[in-house]
């Protein structure tokens, strides 16, 4: 069964920092793209941040571009979003899910996807 479970939420100040983590497992292979997508209060999902593993091409959200960056690691499928910079706006429960799919403007998970648990990120002003 594909499994994706994330972790490294938490509560920070503005201008912290916070790491999440997501270990995918269950894939048959690892050409998908996997990513990050966020929910805060009264808002619409969307998506923040997208890799490709098999060639490490991103997508990121506008409003966390240079702040934000996503990346591979090398056990089990485990993908990182380093949250740098962080703003009250950030706040939201944040979910893994793959696979993805995005374009110049957004990200989203395919038909097919799976999600993982959220893990609650609170920035405080």
């Known amino acids: 069964d594909v499994q994706l479970q994330a972790s490294g939420g938490g509560l920070v100040q503005a201008g912290g920092s916070l790491r999440l983590s997501c270990a995918a497992s269950?894939?048959?292979?690892?050409?998908?793209?996997i990513g990050w997508f966020r929910q805060a209060p009264e808002k619409e999902r969307e998506g923040v941040s997208i890799?490709?593993?098999?060639?490490?091409?991103?997508y990121y959200l506008d409003s966390v571009k240079g702040r934000f960056t996503i990346s591979s690691g090398n056990a089990e499928n485990t993908v990182y979003l380093q949250m740098n910079s962080l703003k009250p706006e950030d706040t939201a429960v944040y979910y893994c899910?793959?696979?993805?799919?995005?374009?110049?403007?957004?990200?989203?998970?395919?038909?097919?996807?799976?999600w993982g648990q959220g893990t609650l990120v609170t920035v405080s002003s």
């Open positions: 899910a793959a696979p993805c799919a995005y374009n110049s403007e957004h990200a989203w998970v395919l038909p097919e996807g799976y």
């Open positions: 269950g894939f048959t292979s690892d050409d998908y793209a």
């Open positions: 890799i490709y593993l098999p060639d490490g091409t991103t």
